[in-house]
């Protein structure tokens, strides 16, 4: 099975079930956005699995755990207060996007563009997601695709 319709599958799924959860509630685009953070990596985990990547497993872990900690770190560092929320001051960079840009960058750096287009795609929905809800602002959200697609370049390996 091709990538895109991995993705596209998945993302169906996600949509379908994010759709369901937040009917209600009015959120679904920050709900979407939530889900896509977390699609994203483990979409990148299926294609190691689904391709028997043993090598691409570690440098997948080292670009997810650099973009994590250099998350975490900034986050502890710059006090930031989160647009509307006064009393949240974790705003910068936004760790949604930056988790869902590392495992768009490592697809599109590790297997190619017609991997990348529908993950970067995703990516960006996050990024917007966060915006959308006053979780953060455009500069958080750069931030955090900075850091995901830097952690990933950052580590020279080879594609398949």
């Given at each position: 099975?091709?990538?895109?319709?991995?993705?596209?599958?998945?993302?169906?799924?996600?949509?379908?079930?994010?759709?369901?959860?937040?009917?209600?509630?009015?959120?679904?685009?920050?709900?979407?956005?939530?889900?896509?953070?977390?699609a994203?990596?483990?979409?990148?985990?299926?294609?190691?699995?689904?391709?028997?990547?043993?090598?691409?497993?570690?440098?997948?872990?080292?670009?997810?755990?650099?973009?994590?900690?250099?998350?975490?770190?900034?986050?502890?560092?710059?006090?930031?207060?989160?647009?509307?929320?006064?009393?949240?001051?974790?705003?910068f960079?936004?760790g949604?996007?930056?988790?869902?840009?590392?495992?768009?960058?490592?697809?599109?750096?590790?297997?190619?563009?017609?991997?990348?287009?529908?993950?970067?795609?995703?990516?960006?929905?996050?990024?917007?997601?966060?915006?959308?809800?006053?979780?953060?602002?455009?500069?958080?959200?750069?931030?955090?695709a900075?850091?995901?697609?830097?952690?990933?370049?950052?580590?020279?390996?080879?594609?398949?």
């Open positions: 099975m091709c990538m895109s319709k991995i993705i596209s599958t998945l993302t169906l799924i996600f949509l379908l079930g994010s759709f369901k959860i937040s009917y209600c509630q009015n959120h679904t685009i920050e709900t979407v956005g939530d889900i896509t953070q977390l994203l990596p483990a979409t990148a985990v299926a294609m190691l699995i689904i391709k028997k990547d043993k090598k691409g497993v570690w440098q997948y872990a080292k670009a997810c755990g650099t973009t994590i900690l250099v998350t975490r770190i900034l986050k502890e560092v710059v006090v930031k207060e989160r647009p509307g929320e006064a009393w949240s001051f974790d705003s960079p936004s949604h996007t930056s988790i869902a840009f590392s495992g768009a960058s490592f697809l599109q750096k590790r297997y190619g563009w017609k991997y990348g287009i529908p993950a970067y795609a995703l990516a960006t929905f996050t990024g917007y997601s966060r915006v959308y809800a006053k979780k953060h602002d455009i500069i958080d959200v750069l931030a955090g900075t850091i995901g697609i830097g952690s990933t370049y950052l580590l020279k390996f080879r594609t398949q």
